[in-house]
């Protein structure tokens, strides 16, 4: 069990950002310091590109080898993972199985505040054991504080399961930190908000997150040149959205990719690879699954 009496010396939990006052303020000088100390966070973000970097190829390895990538967290730092993850299928059309996002307290805590589900240390290690962890999954464990008992129950399972732990924290020398492999430390500072986490530290995390999901589907060639070729067209507007892709890496009119997405059935990779000369969609497919199913190695390969 981490150690409750130090908490209030952790950065996130002070409250020194030079303005205590917050309601003398009028409504635009609040809004301005705001926005102000969320400037910060990127540069902050920008100090731990060379870790993230090691995470996105460790992770890219682990996923291209059948692994899955795990968020876990608690609050605002669970919702965060949730979030990432649920992109992942419409965004890169991956199945809700590979990228998954569990949160302290369950399904009902992401709408509803479960604040004392985070102290289960025990409940985070059982909750990764029922995903059946395997040696190639990638556990990331975020927790503002770094030491939420939760997600270090969470990462002793992934330890202990051979699976890779990941921490992200806004806090220097974390607990999560030292029970984790790779550790991302974001220091944020103090919130305008005193200890609301929710703000500098939930904007760096959701930067983080993205970076990474985003880096590993590229790394994985879910993407092709800066387009979402793997996504899925689930409505009118995502097969529209599609049909812009194919006429921008193919350069060719809207109507011409609208015809080569109906000859593809639908698959925007299929359709580039035919718009790129592939005859019919078989060959296409059978192109892309000998690449890797990466579009820029198939063409490379033509």
Not at 49 to 76: C, E, F, H, Q, W
Not at 245 to 266: K, N, P, R, W
Request: with cysteine; aromatic share 2%; proline share 3%.
């Amino acid at each position: 069990m981490s150690n409750v009496a130090n908490i209030h010396r952790l950065i996130t939990e002070t409250g020194n950002t030079g303005i205590a006052a917050l309601e003398e303020l009028s409504t635009s000088d609040l809004l301005l310091w705001i926005n102000q100390h969320d400037q910060h966070v990127a540069l902050r973000v920008l100090d731990q590109i060379p870790i993230i970097t090691r995470v996105v190829d460790k992770v890219s390895a682990n996923m291209a080898a059948g692994g899955r990538l795990i968020y876990v967290g608690a609050g605002t730092s669970g919702r965060l993972g949730i979030l990432d993850a649920a992109e992942c299928p419409p965004t890169f059309g991956v199945d809700y199985e590979t990228v998954i996002g569990i949160i302290a307290g369950g399904e009902r805590a992401i709408r509803r505040a479960a604040e004392d589900a985070e102290d289960n240390e025990q409940q985070g290690y059982d909750d990764l054991l029922a995903l059946d962890l395997r040696p190639k999954d990638s556990v990331v464990g975020i927790s503002a504080s770094g030491r939420t008992p939760y997600v270090l129950g969470a990462l002793r399972a992934a330890q202990s399961h051979h699976a890779l732990a990941i921490a992200l924290s806004n806090n220097p020398g974390s607990e999560i930190g030292r029970m984790s492999s790779l550790v991302i430390e974001v220091d944020t500072g103090p919130e305008i908000l005193a200890g609301s986490t929710r703000m500098k530290a939930g904007t760096a995390q959701k930067m983080v997150l993205n970076m990474i999901s985003t880096a590993v589907m590229v790394r994985l060639g879910k993407t092709y040149q800066n387009l979402m070729v793997d996504m899925i067209p689930s409505n009118e507007k995502l097969a529209d959205r599609a049909k812009r892709i194919v006429a921008t890496a193919c350069d060719c009119s809207y109507e011409e990719a609208a015809h080569l997405f109906e000859q593809a059935h639908g698959n925007v990779k299929v359709a580039i690879l035919m718009g790129h000369g592939v005859p019919d969609a078989n060959e296409a497919q059978q192109l892309l699954h000998d690449n890797s199913g990466s579009v820029h190695k198939a063409l490379n390969n033509l």
